[in-house]
């Protein structure tokens, strides 16, 4: 039972440059999230989703999209990275209530 | 007002210590609240859910005061394994209802030292 699988766990991109960040859970959870974490800033919601082919904007959501095509993959899409958006990114998934985490994705902006 | 606030710290205890942290929420509507341990450079994970006749696991207590909007985890017997952030997460609710949204506190950092 892997939980919540997030792809890749690094990644170095330069300005400008676009990528699809992969998460996928294996729990049947409706719910899922993605989050980033900086520095010094608690979690702050990004995009969520409270089933497949429904997404809404969470605090953050400028520079990225989503999708939820399938109920157990939640895809966050940056179309033009920007140095700002150097972070550590969480995926989250729930049925409701506690939600549980993969283990991060890397990303840094050049 | 932050809609959930907590002291960062550090609180530095030694080995066997009792250690106890408050969090404050701003939603008197809330109805779900956890907490969660995240170690450096890794993922949030669900410490324990706070009911309100309070539950306990082990070492930790956790505690809610409704009337205040206040939540409290208690840590006995401190060891060098619980050093890692607590964070302190309330529902995010609004006039429909539960949004399966959680508000995350920014987190208090717990060292324990031998």
């Known amino acids: 039972n892997a939980g919540v699988t997030q792809t890749p766990k690094f990644r170095v991109l330069k300005t400008g440059q676009s990528m699809t960040l992969l998460c996928a859970q294996d729990m049947n959870h409706e719910y899922m999230y993605w989050y980033r974490q900086d520095p010094g800033m608690g979690l702050r919601l990004i995009h969520y989703s409270v089933g497949e082919g429904t997404t809404a904007k969470g605090e953050v959501p400028d520079g990225y999209n989503v999708s939820r095509l399938k109920k157990q993959n939640f895809l966050l899409g940056l179309e033009s990275a920007a140095p700002s958006q150097t972070s550590v990114y969480f995926c989250?998934?729930?049925?409701?209530?506690?939600?549980?985490f993969g283990d991060g994705t890397r990303l840094s902006i050049l | 007002r932050k809609e959930v606030e907590q002291d960062p710290g550090p609180f530095n205890v030694p080995e066997g210590a009792t250690v106890a942290f408050n969090c404050t929420y701003s939603?008197?509507?809330?109805?779900?609240f956890f907490w969660y341990r995240q170690d450096c450079r890794k993922e949030p994970k669900l410490l324990m859910s706070v009911y309100s006749s309070g539950n306990e696991d082990g070492r930790f207590t956790a505690q809610l005061n409704r009337a205040s909007q206040y939540i409290s985890l208690l840590i006995r017997d401190s060891k060098l394994s619980d050093s890692a952030t607590y964070l302190c997460?309330?529902?995010?609710?609004?006039?429909?209802?539960?949004?399966?949204?959680?508000?995350f506190g920014q987190g208090t950092t717990l060292q324990v030292k031998p």
């Open positions: 939603n008197s509507a809330s109805q779900s």
């Open positions: 989250a998934s729930s049925f409701r209530g506690a939600q549980h």
């Open positions: 997460v309330v529902d995010r609710v609004h006039g429909s209802g539960n949004t399966g949204k959680l508000i």
